[in-house]
């Protein structure tokens, strides 16, 4: 599609000179000999650029321009005049013109102009569609899952969004944590500044101090020159601090003062900073549990946990799988919508199996199916340790429901505790081959072995 230019002049000379120059450009271009005839045509279609003469009868240009900028924000003007004067350019300027060009002008400067405000007004055009997309993206419908416990987080981060609290967010790993976090920040009076997300347990605890606050020249080797932390970074923003259990006790200190004081010191540095950053954290471990053993702090606990939030394993919302898989495969497949994706026989097997892996473990699933070429998810698509989790559930003996009733949880938990121990057997009472065998991290299967009281009963490696 072509660009669309408007001239706006009262001489028809200058009117026809800037149609030809323009239009051998490859601009489709129309033409005003007045203000007021150009706010019709603006009224009834829409122009990329608009260049108009300042003086003219009536309406003058700077006049124009506002009624412009009033009608649309996103077309550029460019105005000229014979007349020019340092005024009528500021005023210009202020008004939301691009820029300002006095007659006689030349050719060559004219085409530049022309090309420079269509290239800004493109620019800011795509900044703002990223900037939706961001938003939307983040938005509580961009968060996939209409179960009761998925809705209960909608409607905590939509009223803890506006606020200035800190969020501690909890759930095992693959639940959608930074997700979450970020839906928070999106949909915060603080959305336009900076989100900075950081794992604290990805980052040796030698250089945990100096990412978070930054450091001075000369403080240890290799600070070959001052460098921002992660909390200047994130100024006016938020820091998300993911799997805030693994972070250090000392440096655990050093959160909570900053909390409490809003400014903290560079490592090395003398001068205190003053911070406006809001804190959501989160974390897949238990730190009500970590506070019992000394390993967390509890006045941090109690100052990041002002509002919880916990993100549901995807076993305990099984009713959102079809949504999921329906919104990866699109992702990766690029089907239609309407088209069929998963037959009722493969979405039986995953609403079936427990995903120890979460979203992110279903995630990868559809991605693999994808990549495989399957036209359809269905039994044979699926990895064999799905199929065989329900054919393990299939074939106990104990399936039958007595007529007194039954404890559902002790019963899951028999099934469970043989899984577990039959991994092991396979695994020589490796430990971490079991898990591995299971799809299950290390701290997961300690979390079983725990739970069953069977630490003891096998090798840690």
């Not at 072509?2 to 450009?25: N, P, Q």
């Not at 560079?266 to 053993?293: F, H, P, W």
Request: proline share 3%; charged share 30%.
């Amino acid at each position: 599609m072509e660009t669309k230019i408007l001239i706006v002049d009262d001489e028809l000379s200058m009117r026809e000179f800037l149609c030809i120059l323009l239009e051998r450009e490859g601009y489709q271009v129309h033409q005003a000999d007045s203000a007021e005839a150009a706010l019709t045509l603006l009224e009834t279609g829409s122009y990329a650029l608009v260049v108009s003469d300042v003086k003219m009868p009536g309406m003058d240009g700077l006049t124009l321009l506002e009624k412009i900028k009033q009608l649309s924000q996103d077309t550029a003007v460019l105005v000229m005049t014979a007349f020019s004067t340092a005024e009528q350019a500021v005023a210009a300027m202020k008004l939301g013109a691009y820029d300002y060009i006095a007659k006689p002008f030349n050719v060559e400067e004219i085409k530049i102009l022309v090309r420079n405000a269509l290239e800004k007004r493109s620019l800011t055009k795509e900044n703002i569609r990223l900037r939706q997309e961001v938003q939307e993206r983040y938005s509580f419908s961009g968060m996939i899952g209409k179960s009761k416990k998925m809705r209960d987080v909608y409607s905590i981060i939509e009223k803890v969004a506006l606020s200035t609290a800190n969020v501690l967010i909890l759930g095992e790993s693959g639940t959608g944590k930074e997700l979450a976090a970020k839906a928070i920040h999106y949909n915060s009076l603080r959305r336009n500044k900076p989100f900075v997300p950081v794992n604290c347990g990805a980052i040796p605890e030698t250089l945990m101090e100096s990412e978070l606050f930054g450091h001075k020249k000369g403080t240890f080797t290799g600070a070959i020159a001052d460098r921002a932390g992660l909390f200047e970074q994130a100024e006016g923003g938020t820091l998300f601090l993911d799997e805030i259990g693994e972070l250090p006790l000392l440096l655990q200190a050093k959160l909570l003062r900053v909390l409490q004081e809003r400014e903290f010191r560079r490592v090395g540095g003398t001068e205190n900073k003053k911070t406006d950053v809001r804190i959501v954290a989160a974390s897949n471990r238990d730190l009500e549990g970590q506070v019992e053993e000394g390993t967390f702090r509890e006045d941090l606990f109690y100052r990041l946990n002002v509002v919880p939030v916990r993100m549901p394993p995807l076993r305990e919302v099984p009713e959102d799988i079809i949504l999921l898989v329906e919104h990866f495969y699109r992702k990766f497949a690029q089907a239609p919508a309407g088209s069929e994706i998963i037959t009722p026989g493969a979405l039986k097997l995953l609403m079936a199996y427990p995903f120890p892996g979460n979203v992110r473990e279903l995630e990868n699933l559809v991605e693999r199916c994808t990549v495989l070429g399957d036209s359809i998810i269905s039994e044979d698509s699926l990895p064999s340790k799905i199929v065989e989790y329900q054919n393990i559930l299939l074939n106990n003996e104990d399936l039958v429901i007595p007529l007194e009733g039954m404890n559902l949880e002790a019963y899951l938990d028999g099934i469970e505790k043989k899984i577990v121990l039959q991994a092991l057997e396979k695994s020589g009472g490796v430990k971490k081959r079991a898990a591995e065998l299971l799809g299950l991290t290390f701290r997961s299967m300690r979390y079983r072995l725990a739970k069953f009281g069977m630490d003891e009963e096998s090798n840690g490696e």
